[in-house]
């Protein structure tokens, strides 16, 4: 029962308690931990958050949240940290795409490198489909190309789990460096490690004109790292 309650604390822990990764212009937020702050009513303080970040943007993933719940929580983004929402679906079929199209108080819907590896509908019908919504697409760097971003709204390469130099090198090598309209996605695991790298990021995006996105806010990777670790330390202890 002791282990049990451990367990449950670590992770509260590592949800209630977001990553301190600096300035983005936008953070991914997971549907599952959406809920949860939802849940616990913890929405608006971690929109405020984001917002003391410099975000301006909430990209809600969206697959399997219901429309008056992506609609709640889109609402509450604006009303408590005048945050705009980008519906960000990970798993693009005709189904969802159709079903978020009518999600009221969003400003877009984001498709990203799951759509473009095997489209189930054209961007040009995608974004006919969307109304007076807007269309971001995000993308690998071999996604990547001039066609797609002038039908996109605005567009960010992920640019992952590479340094700062490395990760400003190859967006200059992409021709996207100085481009309002296309982002540079870089990924946080959720440990402090990378807050230095997000920060160099930021900082060198900035000056050449482009946003940054971070995937993601309150990134449990590193912490469930840490509690496989835990459990297993506690099983060597309980079994001795």
């Known amino acids: 029962m002791k282990a049990l309650l451990c367990i449950t604390a670590a992770i509260t822990m590592m949800i209630c308690n977001p990553a301190k990764s600096l ?19 913890q929405l608006d303080n971690q929109f405020k ?23 709640y929580i889109a609402w509450r983004a604006k009303e408590a940290a005048d945050l705009k929402t980008t519906l960000w679906i990970q798993w693009p079929n005709l189904h969802n795409l159709r079903r978020v199209s009518d999600v009221k108080g969003v400003q877009a819907v984001q498709v990203d490198d799951h759509f473009f ?15 007076e919504k807007e269309l971001w697409c995000s993308y690998q760097p071999s996604q990547w190309s001039n066609y797609r971003s002038n039908i996109c709204d605005k567009s960010d390469i992920q640019l992952y789990r590479q340094s700062c130099e490395g990760t400003i ?18 990924y946080h695991t959720g440990a402090q490690s990378d807050d230095a790298s997000v920060d160099c990021i930021s900082r060198k995006a900035q000056q050449y004109g482009n946003d940054v996105f971070v995937f993601k806010w309150a990134n449990t ?12 330390s506690l099983e060597k202890y309980l079994i001795s």
């Open 23 to 41: 300035a983005a212009d936008a953070y991914w937020l997971d549907e599952l931990v959406a809920f949860y702050y939802l849940t616990t009513f």
């Open 49 to 71: 958050a984001m917002k003391a970040k410099g975000a301006k943007t909430l990209l809600l993933h969206s697959d399997d949240l219901a429309n008056p719940i992506l609609s």
């Open 117 to 131: 590896a095997n489209p189930p509908i054209s961007l040009k019908d995608l974004k006919k489909q969307l109304g």
């Open 169 to 186: 090198s190859n967006a200059y090598w992409l021709g996207i460096t100085g481009r309002a309209d296309v982002a540079i996605s870089t």
């Open 221 to 232: 990777e590193a912490a469930v790292k840490e509690l496989i670790r835990f459990i297993r």
